[in-house]
């Protein structure tokens, strides 16, 4: 999320935000990044440091949806990202029938994974 509002006034959050977006960006690698939130993340802060994002199209237009208006309030916000979820992932539940866990307990819990919809 990127917000505008007052960022003259806030210099030092400036420095600081570009700082973080080098040093995450120096400890991984893009070429052997594959999942798409990993993705999301590195193209976040590829963009907070001015440069161009080298991502897929799907990546491009998650990241963009993720960046909101300053003038929205928190309600509007959570709507967006209720979207934002609802039409780029889904969840699937899913079971692992484990040797060393109770016939009962398998039955009670299921394991949420998120998967995204694109291809991997």
Do not use: W
Request: hydrophobic share 30%.
């Amino acid at each position: 999320m990127l917000y505008n509002t007052k960022k003259d006034e806030r210099a030092v959050l400036e420095n600081l935000r570009r700082d973080y977006s080098k040093k995450f960006l120096d400890r991984c690698n893009p070429a052997l990044t594959f999942d798409i939130i990993d993705r999301i993340k590195i193209a976040h802060f590829q963009r907070a440091l001015g440069e161009k994002p080298n991502m897929s199209g799907q990546v491009i237009k998650i990241l963009n949806d993720l960046e909101f208006d300053e003038r929205m309030n928190k309600k509007q916000i959570i709507s967006r990202m209720d979207e934002i979820i609802k039409v780029y992932f889904y969840y699937r539940p899913t079971y692992f029938p484990e040797k060393n866990i109770s016939q009962e307990s398998q039955k009670s819990e299921n394991i949420l994974r998120i998967n995204s919809k694109e291809s991997k």
